[in-house]
Nanobody
Framework: QVQLVESGGGLVQAGGSLRLSCAAS????????MGWFRQAPGKEREFVAA????????YYADSVKGRFTISRDNAKNTVYLQMNSLKPEDTAVHYC?????????????????????WGQGTQVTVSS
């Protein structure tokens, strides 16, 4: 069992930056592909970014490409999401998730059904 706890959310003006962290306990994150998803009010949860076990492969939704960067520090058992040039439409609860099977049996990193563990989420609010 992996427990994931997100932090770093908050209120920021448009154009600003935030860095989200996802700390894991219970097990090392080394065997897992890690992803970030978000859910805005009244909308379905959507994929934001994912990173492979080694950290050498990353994937992004078109809406955040060039603005967000996902990274991981396996020694600290933590995954990060650096968010720059934030827009009001980035306002959402942001969740991190861990997958055992992605990259081994599946390659659709944006599909949440392949993620086995989820955090509680952290709120990001971007004001215009």
């Amino acid at each position: 069992q992996v427990q994931l706890v997100e932090s770093g959310g908050g209120l920021v003006q448009a154009g600003g930056s935030l860095r989200l962290s996802c700390a894991a306990s219970g097990r090392t994150l080394n065997p897992y592909v890690m992803g970030w998803f978000r859910q805005a009010p009244g909308k379905e949860r959507e994929f934001v970014a994912a990173i492979r076990r080694s950290g050498r492969g990353t994937y992004y939704a078109d809406s955040v490409k060039g603005r967000f960067t996902i990274s991981r520090d396996n020694a600290k058992n933590t995954v990060y999401l650096q968010m720059n040039s934030l827009k009001p439409e980035d306002t959402a609860v942001h969740y991190c998730a861990a997958s055992r099977s992605l990259g081994l049996y599946h390659s659709d990193y944006a599909t949440e059904v392949y993620y086995d563990y989820w955090g509680q989420g952290t709120q990001v609010t971007v004001s215009s």
